[in-house]
Structures are given as C-alpha cells and as structure tokens.
C-alpha cells in the first residue's frame, strides 16, 4: 500500500541553521500539508499547499518557514534561521480527496 | 470556532479492561469529518477511523467502536478487552475546510493510554 515517507527521521541542527526536511506524498494525491507537533503536545496545523502555491497557512507559520514542491514528487519545509522553540516532530500529509489525510512518519528536529 | 476537547488527558488500565475515550468537538459547519489517530510510543500518527457528519452510525471494527452522536457534539472511542499493545496516545480531530476545496485537521491535545499486564 503506498504511503507518504519523509527524510531524514531525525535531524539534529544548531540555532540559526536552515533545514530543510522533505517528504514524499503518495503519488496520485494533489493536496499537501505539513503539521508540528511539540514534545508532549498536540498536533497543529502549519500549512497546506494545492496546485503549486499556499492553500492555507497558521499564524505559526512565519516568515522563517517556506515549502516547495522543486519537482514531481518531492514536498519540502524549510525553515530559514532555527530557534528553539522549533524543536518539534514535524509530520507531513497527502490526500486525494479533502476529506482524508495520510500521514508520512514524521521528522524529528532537535534544534540545540 | 471550532475546537476539539479530550477532557481525559491520562488513562492507565489493567489488560482486558475496557476503556472509552473522550472527545467532544465544537463547530458551526454542517457537514464536518471527525476522525481518530493513534499515536505509539515510537511516535508515528495512526489513522484509527473517519466519519462524517452526515453518517451517525456507530462503528464497530474488532475490539474498538465508536459513538458519533450529534446531540451532544461527541464521538467516543471505546476500546474492549484492552490489551498493552493499546498503550499509546490518541488524539481526536475535526477537520476544518478552509473555504476552498481543502481543509486542514484541528486535533484535542489526545489522552494517553497506559494499559498494564
């Protein structure tokens, strides 16, 4: 069964790095999120992306974050300058239909 | 706006026990979408279950069933003869349209399960 996949599993950085983590959606699917989940904490929205632009941001998601499809399978998030409080599992999600979601594995980035 | 609720923020049980989990969601949608992720120790998110708003039979699949009732803006997540590999957290989410042809998930803040031999 095809699944959403996401690189690497775990990336650790320091303070003021750039990252860039990547995703692979299921291949048929138009519609691409990215979601973050602090330790211990609940799973928030940050972006979705449909056609090749931002369908929908959160207020989370600042001028530091950007995401790109650079080719036909590829979905990144980069975050430009890291903090802290970026520390997080970042997950991924593809669907088809609006009405689903398919979560990658997601990746856990430890900023020191 | 809207809002999911897991009241519960921990449960623990002895195996075989049967445990239900709480949610309780808050929306002005018509037609809205409520599901269940499970989330292991190893911190992958599991989807558990979808229902719509539309469909308020209650769903049974193995040794989980749901209770989608409408009247009280609830859809509770029972699991019977629990067993430890049901140690986890799980989160209710309501998803939410963003006007256009997409939506994005509004997760509870999840309840851990910690079930004991």
């Known amino acids: 069964e095809p699944e959403v996949t996401q690189t690497p599993s775990h990336q650790v950085t320091q303070m003021g790095q750039e990252v860039i983590l990547r995703c692979v959606p299921i291949?048929?699917?138009?519609?691409f999120y990215w979601y973050r989940q602090i330790l211990g904490q609940k799973v928030e929205f940050l972006v979705s992306f449909y056609n090749n632009e931002i369908s929908e941001k959160s207020e989370i998601f600042d001028d530091q974050f950007s995401v790109e499809r650079p080719d036909g399978s590829n979905f990144t998030l980069k975050i430009r300058s890291t903090k802290l409080e970026d520390s997080a599992m970042y997950f991924c999600?593809?669907?088809?239909?609006?009405?689903?979601?398919?979560f990658g594995p997601g990746t856990r980035l430890t900023v020191l | 706006a809207q809002k999911v609720t897991q009241a519960q923020t921990e449960i623990s049980v002895v195996e075989k026990e049967d445990v239900t989990l709480d949610c309780v969601y808050e929306?002005?949608?018509?037609?809205?979408?409520l599901f269940w992720y499970k989330q292991p120790p190893s911190g992958e998110l599991v989807f558990l279950i979808r229902r719509n708003s539309f469909d308020e039979q209650n769903e049974i699949s193995g040794r989980y069933s749901w209770n989608f009732q409408k009247s009280t803006s609830s859809f509770n997540f029972t699991i019977t003869a629990s067993q430890v590999v049901d140690s986890a957290v799980y989160f209710c989410?309501?998803?939410?349209?963003?006007?256009?042809?997409?939506?994005?998930?509004?997760f509870g803040k999840g309840t851990k399960l910690s079930v004991k031999p």
């Open positions: 989410a309501l998803l939410r349209f963003n006007g256009g042809s997409q939506g994005n998930l509004i």
């Open positions: 291949s048929n699917h138009l519609y």
């Open positions: 999600a593809s669907s088809k239909r609006v009405n689903e979601q398919f």
């Open positions: 929306t002005r949608d018509t037609t809205y979408y």
